[in-house]
């Protein structure tokens, strides 16, 4: 005799059952009133479950998510390029005015004609014109120009960054309905 459980009365109601386990189920089932009701339960359920259709895709559907799982990708790389773009603008700008400022005290510190100076002279002179320079530059209106151009460039990048995440939101969101 075989011990009737959940999973031998679906293998029952599958048909999956050789003939003298069938016999066996059916007769426990007559004699009691609990694997009755079980047994009603889940034949319910399995009548209702083949009453269900599979919900069918889109023939295309395969193709719209291939192309959003890429732009999912394609939008971090936009990002790091975005990223790596600003910081290498911000890095030029810097080299850019060191260049000048070193420039600045080169011309202004060309030895006269008949002068001779040491090196350790001339070093020291072009690092105190090169400070003197910085601080021109880092200080008043210098220091107003440069915190400007830093804002701005800071504003910008913000601006470019927030639309490009916004624009990836609503790809995703779009991408939901396919």
Known sequence: MIRITDEIL??????????????????AIRNSEELQRKFNALKLVHDNLYIIKEDEVSPGFTDKLMK???KRSVVPKQQKYFIASVATFITLLCLVIFGL??????????PSVGESKSILD???????GLVSTLKQIFSGAG????G????????????????MQKRAKADLGNGQHL
């Open 101 to 110: 400022s070193i420039s600045a005290v080169i011309s202004t510190t060309s």
């Open 10 to 27: 679906n293998k029952y109601l599958d048909g999956e059952l050789n003939r003298e386990e069938a016999e066996q189920v059916k007769s």
């Open 68 to 70: 959003q799982i890429v």
């Open 122 to 128: 001339s070093v020291s002179y072009l690092t105190d």
């Open 148 to 163: 400007s151009i830093f804002s701005i460039v800071v504003l910008i990048s913000g601006y470019f960054f927030f639309e």
């Open 143 to 146: 220091l107003s120009i440069i």
